[in-house]
C-alpha cells in the first residue's frame, strides 16, 4: 500500500495554546490514515483541552505528568521519545520553542523533545507580537539549523482578537509536512520529473474559452507521487480547482501554445515526462478583442490547430522517458497504440473517459499502461493518488 502513514508511529505534543483543539482532530485524522497515535501534553495544555478527548480519539493512555511510570516501568520520556518514528509539536507555544532550543527539559514535553532521535515537527502558534519577537525567530532559526522542522503559523484573526501571523498551520499542511517527512521509498531521488496537467483554456473573446472537463486531478497525483519519492518536480499546468502538491515546482498556464512553450523549456533537463495534460487541439483563429454581442444570425468560430506537444517531446526525444495518456471514448486499446506508436513514447496509459467512476471529474482511475516493448499492464479501479503511484512503480522497472 502506498500510504506513508500507514503503521508509523506518530508522537503528538501538545502545549498550552487555544490551538490545542485543533490537535485533536489531528490525531483523529492520523489514526483515519492508519497510524498510531500516542499524545504528550504540557499541564497548561490540560487546561485547553482534556486528555480524555486525546485519549479516545487515539485509543492510547495520554502522558502529561513526567512521574507516570508505562507497565513496563520504563521511564516514560525515554520510552516515548524510543516509539515514535516522528514527533510533531502542535501548537508549540513560545515557552516551548525556547525551551527546545536551548535544550531545557523540565516537563515531559520537553524531556522527549530533548530524548528522542526522531525527526521532530514543530507547529508554532501564538500572539503575532510574541511571534515576530526577535528571541522567538532567534529560537525558531537556531531549532531550524539543529535539524527540527518548523511549519510556519498562517496569518488570520488570533484568539486574542488581534490579526497577523500566529495562527496554527492548517491541519492538512501539517499532514502533507508529515507525510513528507514519513515516506521512504525514495526511487526518484536524484530524478528531474516534469508533469503537465489539468486543461488548457482557448480565448474566444476577453469574456469566453474553449475548454475540456479536466479536472487536473490525475497530474497532480502524479506530481505528488514523484516528489514524495524524492524528485524535483516541475508541474505545468492549465487552470484547475486543486491545491499545488507540496515540494512541487509549479509554472501555470493557459493556453496550448503557454503550455507548449513552457514545457518544451523545461524538457532538455528532464529525466521523465508525464504528459497528463488535456490539452485543447484548436484555438479559435481570430480572438475578438472586444465581448461578442449577441445577434439574431448564427455565429461561426473558425478553430485553426493548437501544437501538439507530446508529439514534439516524442520527435526530440535523446535520453527522457516519456508516458503520455491517452483518453479515449471507444477503441480505447487501438486507438492508445497508434499514439504510442505515432508520438515516440515509452509508455501510454489508455483510460476511458466515457464512464464517470474513473472519468476526468472521478477521484478514481482504472487503465492500461502499454510499454514500447509490447508490454502491458492493467491497474484496477483505485484512488488516483494510489494509482499515480502504480504508474510510477512500472515506469521505475524500465530505468
Ligand atoms: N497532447 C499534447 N498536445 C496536444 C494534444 C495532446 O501534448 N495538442 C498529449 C496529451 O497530453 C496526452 C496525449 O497527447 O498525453 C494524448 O492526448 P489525447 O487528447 O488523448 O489525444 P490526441 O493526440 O489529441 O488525439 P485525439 O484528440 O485525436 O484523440
Same mark, same amino acid.
Given at each position: 500500500?502506498?500510504?506513508?502513514?500507514?503503521?508509523?508511529?506518530?508522537?503528538?505534543?501538545?502545549?498550552?495554546?487555544?490551538?490545542?483543539?485543533?490537535?485533536?482532530?489531528?490525531?483523529?485524522?492520523?489514526?483515519?490514515?492508519?497510524?498510531?497515535?500516542?499524545?504528550?501534553?504540557?499541564?497548561?495544555?490540560?487546561?485547553?483541552?482534556?486528555?480524555?478527548?486525546?485519549?479516545?480519539?487515539?485509543?492510547?493512555?495520554?502522558?502529561?505528568?513526567?512521574?507516570?511510570?508505562? #507497565?513496563?516501568?520504563?521511564?516514560?520520556?525515554?520510552?516515548?521519545?524510543?516509539?515514535?518514528?516522528?514527533?510533531?509539536?502542535? @501548537?508549540?507555544?513560545?515557552?516551548?520553542?525556547?525551551?527546545?532550543?536551548?535544550?531545557?527539559?523540565?516537563?515531559?514535553?520537553?524531556?522527549?523533545?530533548?530524548?528522542?532521535?526522531?525527526?521532530?515537527?514543530?507547529? @508554532?502558534?501564538?500572539?503575532?507580537?510574541?511571534?515576530?519577537?526577535?528571541? &522567538?525567530?532567534?529560537?525558531?532559526?537556531?531549532?531550524?539549523?539543529?535539524?527540527?522542522?518548523?511549519? @510556519? @503559523?498562517?496569518?488570520?484573526?488570533?484568539?486574542?482578537? =488581534?490579526?497577523?501571523?500566529?495562527?496554527?498551520?492548517?491541519?492538512?499542511?501539517?499532514?502533507?509536512?508529515?507525510?513528507?517527512?514519513?515516506?521512504?521509498?525514495?526511487?526518484?531521488?536524484?530524478?528531474?520529473?516534469?508533469?503537465?496537467?489539468?486543461?488548457?483554456?482557448?480565448?474566444?473573446?476577453?469574456?469566453?474559452?474553449?475548454?475540456?472537463?479536466?479536472?487536473?486531478?490525475?497530474?497532480?497525483?502524479?506530481?505528488?507521487?514523484?516528489?514524495?519519492?524524492?524528485?524535483?518536480?516541475?508541474? &505545468?499546468?492549465?487552470?484547475?480547482?486543486? *491545491?499545488?502538491?507540496?515540494?512541487?515546482?509549479?509554472?501555470?498556464?493557459?493556453?496550448?501554445?503557454?503550455?507548449?512553450?513552457?514545457?518544451?523549456?523545461?524538457? #532538455?533537463?528532464? =529525466?521523465?515526462?508525464?504528459?497528463?495534460?488535456?490539452?485543447?487541439?484548436?484555438? &479559435?483563429?481570430?480572438?475578438?478583442?472586444?465581448?461578442?454581442?449577441?445577434?439574431? *444570425?448564427?455565429?461561426?468560430?473558425?478553430?485553426?490547430?493548437?501544437?501538439?506537444?507530446?508529439?514534439?517531446?516524442?520527435?526530440?526525444?535523446?535520453?527522457?522517458?516519456?508516458?503520455?495518456?491517452?483518453?479515449?471514448?471507444?477503441?480505447?486499446?487501438?486507438?492508445?497504440?497508434?499514439?504510442?506508436? =505515432?508520438?515516440?513514447?515509452?509508455?501510454?496509459?489508455?483510460?476511458? &473517459?466515457?464512464?464517470?467512476?474513473?472519468?476526468?471529474?472521478?477521484?478514481?482511475?482504472?487503465?492500461?499502461?502499454?510499454?514500447?516493448?509490447?508490454?502491458?499492464?492493467?491497474?484496477?479501479?483505485?484512488?488516483?493518488?494510489?494509482?499515480?503511484?502504480?504508474?510510477?512503480?512500472?515506469?521505475?522497472?524500465?530505468?
Amino acid at each position: 500500500m502506498n500510504n506513508a502513514f500507514a503503521g508509523k508511529n506518530i508522537l503528538i505534543g501538545i502545549s498550552g495554546g487555544i490551538a490545542a483543539y485543533k490537535a485533536a482532530d489531528l490525531t483523529s485524522r492520523l489514526i483515519k490514515l492508519g497510524s498510531n497515535v500516542k499524545v504528550v501534553m504540557t499541564k497548561n495544555a490540560t487546561k485547553f483541552i482534556h486528555p480524555l478527548t486525546l485519549e479516545s480519539l487515539s485509543g492510547n493512555q495520554v502522558y502529561h505528568d513526567t512521574f507516570q511510570t508505562t #507497565e513496563r516501568y520504563d521511564i516514560e520520556h525515554i520510552a516515548l521519545a524510543k516509539w515514535a518514528d516522528i514527533f510533531v509539536i502542535v @501548537p508549540a507555544t513560545a515557552n516551548v520553542i525556547g525551551k527546545a532550543a536551548c535544550g531545557i527539559a523540565d516537563d515531559l514535553l520537553s524531556t522527549t523533545i530533548l530524548a528522542t532521535e526522531a525527526k521532530t515537527i514543530i507547529a @508554532p502558534a501564538m500572539n503575532t507580537v510574541m511571534y515576530q519577537k526577535k528571541v &522567538v525567530q532567534d529560537n525558531l532559526s537556531k531549532l531550524e539549523d539543529l535539524g527540527y522542522i518548523i511549519i @510556519p @503559523p498562517g496569518k488570520g484573526r488570533l484568539a486574542c482578537g =488581534d490579526w497577523g501571523e500566529g495562527k496554527l498551520a492548517d491541519v492538512d499542511d501539517i499532514i502533507k509536512i508529515l507525510e513528507a517527512n514519513l515516506w521512504q521509498k525514495k526511487d526518484l531521488q536524484g530524478k528531474r520529473v516534469l508533469v503537465t496537467a489539468g486543461p488548457t483554456i482557448e480565448p474566444i473573446d476577453p469574456v469566453r474559452f474553449i475548454s475540456n472537463r479536466s479536472s487536473g486531478k490525475m497530474g497532480y497525483a502524479i506530481a505528488k507521487a514523484c516528489a514524495l519519492r524524492g524528485a524535483v518536480v516541475d508541474l &505545468v499546468t492549465g487552470p484547475t480547482h486543486l *491545491e499545488p502538491p507540496t515540494g512541487v515546482n509549479i509554472h501555470s498556464v493557459e493556453s496550448a501554445k503557454e503550455m507548449y512553450d513552457t514545457t518544451i523549456k523545461l524538457y #532538455e533537463n528532464v =529525466d521523465i515526462v508525464f504528459k497528463t495534460a488535456a490539452v485543447s487541439d484548436y484555438r &479559435v483563429q481570430e480572438v475578438a478583442t472586444n465581448k461578442i454581442k449577441k445577434g439574431s *444570425e448564427p455565429i461561426t468560430l473558425k478553430l485553426e490547430r493548437n501544437p501538439d506537444i507530446l508529439l514534439e517531446l516524442g520527435r526530440t526525444k535523446k535520453h527522457q522517458i516519456l508516458v503520455g495518456f491517452a483518453a479515449e471514448t471507444q477503441e480505447l486499446e487501438q486507438y492508445a497504440l497508434k499514439k504510442l506508436k =505515432d508520438k515516440n513514447l515509452d509508455f501510454i496509459l489508455a483510460n476511458d &473517459v466515457s464512464t464517470k467512476i474513473s472519468g476526468f471529474q472521478s477521484d478514481f482511475n482504472q487503465g492500461t499502461l502499454f510499454c514500447e516493448n509490447g508490454e502491458a499492464v492493467t491497474i484496477p479501479l483505485m484512488d488516483k493518488e494510489e494509482f499515480a503511484h502504480r504508474i510510477v512503480d512500472e515506469v521505475i522497472k524500465h530505468i
